[in-house]
């Protein structure tokens, strides 16, 4: 309009860039195309004029968490004319609505994370993981802990559920891991780790608890029961944890692992490279940090139990095997999460892998054939109807052996057999490579030979080495004497 003071429409378009058409346009009417755009009108009657009102505003207020698919659902029934089509509109009306009519909703605080002030901890599922070890399906979870401020990251392998023993053993693992001690530690409730407890053993797990925060010098805090973004700087760290896993598990091309230690292993490995790519960060971390202190403390239960007279003790709705000679006996068990240690006194004795309760809440059993075979090769036929016997196999083969012992040579002959079979594993310590010829016979349509078996594996005979002595002559301790003599 500057240039039309001075010059035609057509010079004052083109000096503008607009066509010559659109310099007389603007000469008689100056608005912008947008704003000669009508308003759109409805093309359509409103399929929920005569029911808004009345019936889905009240419901709406009478029950603010309700779904708009549910309000649907419930006009359908009460109005069948409306049809299908009709769902994304009323979603949208109800969006809208509550939008300008609804109640206030939660607000999120984002925090500032200084370095040092705050370790994260929780317990995180990898059921869809699939992880085996050794052909087993392995039933674990992750112990997850993090700095938020620069992103640190430690997991631990946890095989039963959350529990104050997993968490003190994941949190020292980090924390002498990552050097240095943060101001506070943040977990959920707890809630998991409290479950099936009375209030006396809650309060020693709360009050175990509060001492192990304060053996390393930081506050406890939790966050509200039920309020998981409060543990948003962990909790979202989990997807990025178990994506990275999954993603290493398909590069390997492999889910099965020989054993835990590799597992685990594997598991270090991956958070091992995050925690490489923040080591900038991670470092300047560390100079906020609280030293540790010099020692590690308890991340173990302590219980006494009676060893009985099936060389064995019950704990926690677990069947455990100990060496006979303990019989009678009180030993001393430290609990952790995946082994437990024995003690006489303060005499270590053995260490058992943890077991676990069958989900239907029967008893678990964790046997060993070594603790109970003498006596089980003075009554051979107690391993018929024994109650562990599933269990006594230390491998597959063993099991298999047994059955097609008793179908072909009946009760006892299949028990002296298979005693014999499993004294042989223990005497020559050929447990595996006796597994593989147990089910090389069965392959080949027989049944496993003890007698033959034991000539496979007796110790081998060697001739015994010539030993020659030569005596030293009787004269050379006449020259040490003299020597001696002179010296002095």
């Known amino acids: ?28 009417d100056p608005r912008l195309p947008s704003q000669k755009k009508a308003r759109r009108e409805r093309r359509r009657a409103d399929p929920f004029a005569d029911v808004w009102d009345n019936e889905v505003v009240p419901m709406l207020k009478a029950a603010p968490g309700l779904r708009p698919i549910a309000v649907f659902e419930e006009l359908c029934r009460r109005h069948p004319d409306l049809g299908a089509g009709t769902r994304r509109t009323l979603e949208r009306r109800i969006r809208v609505w509550r939008a300008v009519n609804g109640p206030d909703r939660e607000v999120i605080f984002r925090q500032e994370h200084p370095p040092g002030r705050m370790g994260l901890s929780d317990f995180t599922e990898v059921d869809d993981l699939g992880v085996t070890i050794a052909g087993q399906i392995l039933d ?48 959920d409730s707890l809630s998991a780790a409290f479950r099936n407890l009375d209030a006396d053993a809650r309060e020693d797990l709360t009050k175990r608890y509060e001492a192990f925060c304060a053996h390393y010098g930081m506050t406890p805090t939790r966050n509200n029961p039920g309020v998981s973004h409060e543990n948003g700087s962990i909790e979202s760290a989990h997807g990025h944890l178990k994506r990275a896993l999954a993603d290493a598990l398909m590069l390997r091309a492999s889910r ?34 609280n030293k540790l202190p010099v020692r590690k403390t308890a991340d173990y239960e302590e219980v006494n139990v009676d060893v009985t007279s099936s060389s064995a003790f019950t704990l926690r709705k677990v069947f455990y095997s100990v060496p006979s000679r303990l019989i009678g006996h009180r030993l001393r068990v430290r609990l952790y999460d995946d082994r437990l240690e024995c003690f006489q006194g303060s005499t270590p004795i053995v260490i058992l892998r943890r077991g676990r309760p069958q989900p239907n809440g029967k008893h678990g059993h964790v046997v060993d054939y070594r603790h109970v075979i003498h006596s089980l090769r003075r009554k051979p036929m107690a391993l018929l109807n024994l109650v562990y016997r599933d269990q006594l196999f230390p491998r597959r083969a063993f099991a298999l052996a047994f059955d097609a012992l008793l179908a072909d040579l009946g009760e006892r002959p299949a028990c002296r057999a298979m005693v014999g079979i499993l004294a042989l594993a223990h005497e020559r310590a050929c447990e595996a490579e006796l597994a593989l010829a147990l089910q090389a016979a069965l ?15 007796r110790p081998k005979d060697a001739p015994l080495p010539v030993v020659v002595v030569k005596l030293p002559s009787l004269a050379i301790y006449d020259q040490i004497a003299t020597g001696v003599g002179e010296a002095a």
């Open 1 to 28: 309009m500057n240039l039309r003071r001075n010059h035609s429409p057509a010079i004052a378009g083109a000096k503008s860039g607009f066509s010559t058409a659109t310099g007389y346009r603007f000469e008689t």
């Open 443 to 457: 392959d080949d349509g027989g049944l496993p030979d003890l007698a033959a078996l034991i000539e496979r594996f």
């Open 140 to 187: 674990c979870r992750l112990y997850h802990f993090r700095l938020p401020f620069s992103g640190f990251e430690h997991a631990h392998v946890v095989l039963g559920g959350e529990s104050f023993v997993a968490l003190a053993e994941g949190l020292q693992n980090a924390l002498w891991a990552l050097g240095g001690v943060p101001e506070q530690h943040r977990s």
């Open 256 to 289: 099965d692992f020989d054993d835990l230690p590799a597992w685990r292993g594997f598991v270090d490995d991956i958070v091992g490279r995050g925690n490489l790519r923040n080591a900038k960060r991670i470092d300047q971390e560390r100079m906020a940090l």
